[in-house]
């Protein structure tokens, strides 16, 4: 497995959850990293991104100042903070791994993807 996402879980509104995505080096080291999510009935869409060297993020707007991405290069993870969950946050939460150094939201340019780990915020 390249790339394995964990963390989610059950929270209600309001609430934290970190997810992690750890990746190995020879795909994710000089990659641009992204999250993406999926809720039933609803398209994949971009929630965060972070560029290889963890200088630049970019945020779905709805997201921003709730969610932080951040990479630890040396370890291999990259991390989504989600904090001030809402009811809407809930879906499957998938990391990718960008064929870039940069982290497009466009999810056609990302090569390698993650499993998906089930993020659920009850009201």
């Known amino acids: 497995v390249q790339l394995q996402a964990s963390g989610g879980g059950l929270v209600q509104a309001g609430g934290s959850l970190r997810l992690s995505c750890a990746c190995s080096?020879?795909?994710?080291?000089?990659?641009?990293m992204g999250w993406f999510r999926q809720a039933p009935g609803k398209e994949r869409e971009f929630v965060a991104g972070?560029?290889?060297?963890?200088?630049?993020?970019t945020y779905l707007d709805s997201v921003k100042g709730r969610f932080t991405i951040s990479r630890d290069r040396a370890a291999g993870t990259v991390y989504l903070q989600m904090s001030s969950l809402k009811v809407e946050d809930t879906a499957v939460y998938y990391c990718?791994?960008?064929?870039?150094?940069?982290?497009?939201?466009?999810?056609?340019?990302?090569?390698?993807w993650g499993q998906g780990t089930q993020v659920t915020v009850s009201s």
């Open positions: 080096r020879r795909i994710c080291s000089n990659n641009g």
């Open positions: 972070i560029n290889w060297s963890g200088a630049s993020t």
């Open positions: 990718a791994a960008s064929r870039t150094a940069y982290s497009p939201t466009d999810d056609s340019q990302y090569s390698s």
